[in-house]
């Protein structure tokens, strides 16, 4: 069992009966969906899902789990899901997958928010390792990228898979990958995009995660939020 396995394994085995559980997107979140339909077909779990993206509804369906429509839902118990990034204050960069409305709608429904990454996810500051992910109006990308530029950001559009194109989310918006003064915190990053108008989501996730479970060479550290 590698260390993504494992932690997954472990958020599967916090799940309780009776519980509506969401889903996150990615390797890490697959696993961990895997380990709850187990729990669910051999234990006699009771529990429902919900997911943050196609790709893991398809996924939940495929292992047997039910799962309900987000318009079905107004609150979930625990939500379980990856991150690009994590800095001591449990601050998160997520979106490199580009579905932050939804991931963000099930962080803030649900009581619980556990994070599952390995130690190379553990940053210093949002922004290290990676862009900004930033999902925009696509008729407002360009008013978007010239505010945040005027504020000293860089970036551009999110190419497709294939780079033959744009990338898209979900529900049809862009996505801009822009990069920010080192010296601004993630709070500072998070009131900048949120007051700026044409953007939908970003990946800046503050003050959302409870608990983050850090793998590392088969043993789990526990981080609780403040």
Known sequence: MNDKQLVAQHAANLVEDGMVVGLGTGSTANYFIEALAHRYTSEGLKVTTVSSSYISA???REVGLPLLAMEQISKLDIYVDGADEV????ALLKGRGSDLVREKLLARASA???VLVDQSKLVSR???KYAIPIEVMPFAWQL???SLQAQGAIGELRPNASKDGLAMT???SLVLE???DAKLSSSELNIILNNTPGIVEHGIFEGLAGTVLIA???KIETRLAD
């Open 144 to 146: 978007v990228q010239a």
């Open 112 to 114: 619980e928010f556990i």
């Open 58 to 60: 398809i996924k939940a």
């Open 87 to 90: 800095t001591p204050s449990l």
């Open 216 to 218: 590392h060479e088969g």
């Open 178 to 180: 822009m990069t920010f």
């Open 170 to 172: 979900s529900h049809g």
């Open 126 to 128: 949002i922004g290290e």
